[in-house]
């Protein structure tokens, strides 16, 4: 992975920065990674996130939390 990627935090995280998802675009892909294990890295292309959230919206994972 490319040194110098510039890695955003929700203005939802807390104070202290820990366990916060921070998110990044690197040649093309959607990096994911929780700022506590920086070290892993999740990647994805938009055309897939963009599907992931319209199945969130559309309440496809709910069955998860209930």
């Known amino acids: 992975m490319a040194d110098g990627i510039k890695w955003q935090k929700s203005s939802f995280s807390g104070g202290g920065g820990e366990q916060c998802l921070e998110t990044a675009e690197n040649n ?21 996130l963009a599907a992931f959230i319209l199945g969130v919206k559309a309440g496809e994972f709910d069955h998860f939390v209930n």
Do not use: A, C, V, Y
């Open 28 to 48: 093309g892909q959607i990096l994911f990674r929780e700022s506590d294990n920086p070290d892993l890295i999740i990647t994805t292309s938009r055309e897939k």
